[in-house]
């Protein structure tokens, strides 16, 4: 950018700032515009209380010109606070990328200004991660992972001054020069290869990321739930109650299945399976608190959707000529949980029989009068549609104008135009995940 532009564009901005900032800034907006003065992190100590974050993960991974805020949700709207802190960082918009959570019991808002990328750019990343993390945040309140998709979002962006904004350093259409000789064409050849070369790897990249995102998704629907029946199976003491004695075992028996499973999953349906199996242990440890006269705990919530006839009262189903024990809810002794469906009814049953007739149904090639599909194919399927209705619900988070950008080349950059949604409730504590929040 040559001196004039320079010069205009401080101008202008030095204008804008006469005419938004407030008479007096808010103390969280002082102290993070000192603390960031030096540092790219910055975390107001009244949200550090109810929030979980890795300040060191986010202190080294954030890379240089992009500052991150963590403010309480009275400072303001985050779009105007990234702006605000923006233009005081960097007035002359040599370039500089801000973002802003902010939040309050549960609750968060996120977005970010520019002036390093093209306009919008930074404000569609603070969407896109507020969208991929919302399921984990409401889980766990831990805000290190979206933060830390968000700064590592900026790798590979489309600086301003560039022909991926569209226009030039100055602000004009750029336009190729006519060259007698032909050699001309050979950087458009070159660039088009190296657009192609650097979207493949681009690709790639993504898709990684996007499997990173869905397994630790998937994890933090799990480990609430992991963590609470550790607590359960360590400290309940069933005294003399043969009904709590009973529960306890097979919460235990649950817990240490649900560890094996844990230690090898590396799928979402795996993780899926490891949460069904953790609950199910839950459930045993809720009736051995109820036995023993003690506050059950927060709601839980169900192992799998019901599908087709349901267990009404305790009786015995005959499944290919042998009889098995059911119970409508869990029962001491009856740990395992089946959704129903194939002629079975749902319920709690004492062994998982329905697992070994699948496996004899492969080895003979058909499924033994339990009807197409079998149980791990019902369950994968109604797993998957509840899983894409959570992500649905994600991307209708977070809609909204990006407005925080400073600096473009044009003078009269486009910030301060609207605010960012995606508020959400933080749920119930004591549960985690499903129990406190989406599930």
């Avoid at 010069?7 to 005419?19: H, K, T």
């Avoid at 709590?244 to 993780?271: M, N, W, Y």
Wanted: aromatic share 8%.
């Amino acid at each position: 950018m040559s001196t004039a532009p320079r010069i205009l564009l401080a101008a202008a901005w030095l204008g804008m700032l006469a005419v938004s900032m407030p008479a007096s800034a808010t103390p969280p907006i002082d102290t993070a515009e000192a603390a960031l003065q030096t540092a790219n992190l910055y975390v107001d100590p009244q949200v550090a209380k109810g929030i979980k974050i890795d300040r060191n993960k986010l202190v080294s991974d954030t890379p240089a010109g992009v500052k991150i805020a963590v403010l309480p949700e009275s400072a303001g709207s985050p779009t105007a606070l990234a702006g605000e802190i923006g233009r005081a960082l960097d007035p002359s918009g040599k370039g500089l990328t801000v973002g802003v959570l902010t939040a309050n019991a549960g609750n968060y808002a996120f977005d970010a200004g520019s002036s390093a990328y093209c306009v919008g750019y930074a404000g569609e990343k603070a969407r896109a991660v507020l969208n991929a993390n919302v399921d984990q945040l409401d889980a766990t309140d831990d805000v290190t992972p979206l933060l830390d998709d968000f700064a590592q979002s900026f790798a590979d962006a489309r600086r301003r001054g560039t022909s991926a904004c569209g226009s030039t350093a100055g602000g004009a259409a750029a336009s190729p020069k006519k060259s007698d000789n032909g050699s001309g064409a050979w950087p458009w050849i070159i660039g088009i290869g190296v657009v192609g070369a650097g979207g493949i790897g681009g690709l790639a990249w993504y898709r990684r990321r996007q499997k990173k995102r869905e397994l630790d998704l998937a994890r933090a629907k799990v480990m609430p739930y992991y963590d609470r029946l550790a607590s359960e199976v360590s400290s309940l003491d069933p005294k003399d109650d043969d009904t709590a004695l009973q529960a306890i075992a097979d919460a235990s028996e649950r817990f240490d299945a649900a560890g094996s499973q844990l230690a090898t999953a590396d799928s979402v349906d795996k993780f899926a399976q490891v949460r069904r199996t953790t609950l199910e242990g839950l459930h045993a440890a809720v009736t051995a608190r109820k036995a023993l006269g003690l506050d059950p705990g927060p709601e839980l919530p169900p192992i799998d959707a019901p599908r087709g006839e349901q267990l009404a009262e305790a009786r015995e189903v005959t499944v290919q000529g042998k009889a098995y024990q059911g119970y409508p809810d869990y029962t001491p002794g009856a740990p395992y949980y089946y959704g129903g469906g194939y002629g079975v009814p749902g319920g709690w049953y004492a062994t998982p029989f329905w697992e070994t007739l699948l496996i004899g149904s492969v080895l003979t090639g058909g499924l033994g009068g339990w009807g197409g599909g079998g149980f791990g194919s019902g369950y994968d399927s109604g797993y998957q549609t509840g899983y894409d209705a959570g992500q649905g619900a994600a991307d209708d988070q977070g809609a909204g104008d990006a407005g925080a950008d400073w600096g473009s080349g044009d003078v009269g950059a486009d910030w301060g135009s609207g605010d960012v949604g995606g508020d959400w409730g933080g749920g119930d504590s004591g549960g985690g995940g499903d129990s406190g929040g989406s599930g």
